[in-house]
């Protein structure tokens, strides 16, 4: 059937992969709630964008970032903090959220404070958003870009 788009047309090959990304970000929280509102509930949750449960670590990790953080950060942070990854950047993720910025140069350095948002993003290398996801479990998350 000449009608019938091969396996290795291009736009096949597109769509095939943004559906599998998709896939990929259902387990993403969907609505990012504040510290301040996380920390108010009996059993901090979210929903993810595959309509699962996500439930953040409240006695170890959420208070330790209201031990950690000053109020009116509390306030302004929306959690997980969302690492994003783009194909053209192989070797690093981007944060978008200045409040999650400033939470991780709050977090004993986690990022240095001499680092600034360009162009509304700041790169991280991937082995120290790794490091810093496994320090600081449920409140990060890695969503996947084209």
Not at 29 to 48: C, Q
Not at 83 to 107: C, I, K, N
């Amino acid at each position: 059937m000449p009608d019938r788009p091969s396996a290795g047309d291009e736009s096949t090959l597109l769509r095939w992969m943004r559906l599998e990304i998709g896939r990929i970000n259902d387990g993403i929280v969907s609505e990012r709630k504040r510290l301040s509102r996380l920390l108010a509930e009996e059993h901090p949750s979210s929903v993810t964008k595959g309509g699962d449960r996500y439930d953040f670590d409240r006695g170890g990790v959420l208070l330790h970032l209201e031990r950690t953080l000053p109020g009116e950060l509390q306030r302004r942070l929306r959690l997980p903090i969302l690492f994003y990854f783009d194909s053209t950047v192989p070797d690093s993720f981007f944060l978008g959220d200045e409040a999650a910025v400033q939470a991780l140069q709050h977090l004993g350095g986690e990022i240095s404070t001499l680092r600034r948002m360009q162009g509304g993003r700041l790169w991280i290398a991937k082995p120290l958003v790794y490091a810093v996801m496994n320090r600081y479990p449920t409140v990060m998350q890695v969503v996947m870009g084209g």
